[in-house]
């Protein structure tokens, strides 16, 4: 019997209603395991729809720069709505806070530019 009390992965893509990628981690490794997979996969990002269990700011960054634009999170920030709302993204979620408790949510609180952000992130994550 498995331990895992988690009824859904942490992140989902799918391609219309087709889950094309899975991923259980944590933190915003998820998003570029994804990035790797669209690398190696030639989805359309358009065409997808991704579900996150959290997305703060750092996350809606990765997301748009991915270029999915329908998006879905359980707990979402406000400065993540913020950001998917200035990218014309089209998103939705279940809770939406001010803040997630993530010192990252904070380093990038006033951070405009996607690449420097990216740069950032994928500094932090080892990349």
Not at 42 to 60: E, F, M, N, R, V
Not at 71 to 96: P, T
């Amino acid at each position: 019997m498995s331990t895992n009390h988690q009824t859904s992965p942490s992140l989902q893509v799918f391609l219309k209603d087709d889950p094309i990628f899975t991923n259980n981690g944590k933190w915003l490794h998820p998003l570029f395991a994804l990035e790797d997979f669209l690398k190696q996969n030639k989805h359309t990002a358009a065409d997808l729809y991704l579900k996150d269990s959290i997305i703060g700011k750092a996350a809606a960054i990765l997301i748009c720069r991915l270029g999915i634009r329908r998006i879905h999170g359980k707990l979402m920030s406000e400065l993540a709505a913020e950001y998917l709302r200035s990218q014309k993204a089209e998103f939705s979620w279940d809770s939406l806070v001010p803040r997630i408790q993530c010192q990252t949510e904070e380093v990038l609180a006033g951070v405009d530019d996607t690449e420097e952000a990216y740069t950032e992130l994928s500094r932090r994550a080892g990349r």
